[in-house]
């Protein structure tokens, strides 16, 4: 199948950016893409399958485990040794909103064990995910007791399977991507809380915008394959980029003044434990690598700000302003030079 190409995305210059950010630093902890029907939420988040550089993993490993990381490697590679290295694409994986959690988490390949009698584990969605993506649409439709499980093995790196004779654990560490429509319901504030960036994607009033979004996608789906080709080289270009900013990431410091800032934002804005400020310090990291920059900015925490808290805000009763809004009055008080 090929995938709209994610250069080719007009607009949403938010999503794209909250996706790059993650891409370039997983500790951020996700995406949240929440907004009405056909707005290009998932269009964004499967293009960027394609455009994520390749890792090195163990060949032939279910669990795409990295070689170069011994203290993280599944049973059967820290058992058998170095195997040899086979570079494929970064995982980025679908989890349908039917999905049982047999699905998710594995479960005993039962034609194996009616044809042969051999106990043998087929893994699930976690572990075709971990060191990539896992993608959640209509997220906030999810069942409870998958959202239980998701939020057990995002917070361990592990997952964990015992039943049927079976007693399996193996890595599962992925960036949870989710999408969904907030007018068809709320997502548990244990799940949410788990999002580092939030993004409110809505269509764009812009009448040129429009009419250019409807040209490429008619372009596209009359010859994807012509379509993705003449795209080609800014994917590459931004590819590149990813890779640069992956490499720079560890040199970018954050003053302690501007620190101090992203702190006292967090303060102002009543925003419950320290996963705010964590994210945000994350987030603007990740923006200063992207933009080629050394050293944290008072701009760029300004630039990651809305994303990393906006979903973070107690909710008042008495006050229906928008979540963004209340971060946008914030960041004058405490964000002053």
């Known amino acids: 199948m090929t995938v709209y190409p994610f250069t080719a995305i007009v607009g949403q210059a938010a999503l794209k950016d909250a996706l790059l950010l993650a891409s370039i630093d997983p500790s951020i902890g996700g995406v949240l893409a929440l907004g009405e029907r056909g707005t290009g939420k ?59 959690e047999d699905r998710i988490t594995g479960a005993l390949d039962l034609e194996r064990a009616l044809s042969q009698g051999e106990k043998r584990f087929e893994p699930g969605l976690l572990a075709r995910a971990h060191r990539g993506f896992l993608y959640i649409d209509e997220v906030n439709l999810l069942e409870d007791h998958l959202v239980d499980l998701l939020l057990d093995v995002a917070a361990s790196g592990e ?12 890595p599962s560490r992925f960036v949870l991507v989710g ?29 040129a915008e429009r009419v250019e979004i409807v040209k490429r996608r008619d372009a596209y789906e009359r010859d994807p394959a012509a379509f993705v080709r003449s795209w080609s080289r800014q994917t590459l270009a931004l590819r590149k980029r990813i890779v640069r900013a992956r490499e720079a990431l560890p040199g970018v410091t954050m003053p302690d003044e501007v620190l101090e800032k992203a702190v006292g934002l967090c303060v102002a804005l009543g925003a419950d434990g320290l996963r705010g400020e964590l994210t945000l310090m994350r987030a603007a990291r990740a923006r200063a690598a992207l933009d080629g920059e050394t050293c944290v900015t008072e701009a760029i925490l300004r630039s990651v700000a809305v994303p990393s808290l906006r979903h973070r805000l107690r909710k008042d009763p008495l006050d229906d302003t928008d979540a963004a809004i209340r971060v946008e009055r914030a960041m004058e008080d405490v964000l002053v030079s």
């Open 42 to 100: 998932s269009t964004a988040i499967r293009a960027l399958a394609a455009l994520l550089p390749e890792i090195e993993a163990v060949n032939g490993c279910p669990y795409n485990c990295a070689p170069d990381r011994r203290a993280s490697l599944c049973e059967a590679c820290a058992g058998s040794g170095p195997g040899r290295v086979a570079r494929i694409p970064a995982p980025v994986v679908d989890l349908p909103l039917g999905a049982t």
């Open 159 to 170: 997952n964990v399977v015992e039943r049927e004779g079976l007693s399996i654990r193996h």
């Open 179 to 207: 999408s969904g429509n907030p007018e068809e319901g709320d997502l548990r504030p244990q799940l949410l809380d788990r999002f580092g960036l939030c993004i409110d994607v809505r269509s764009s009033a812009n009448l």
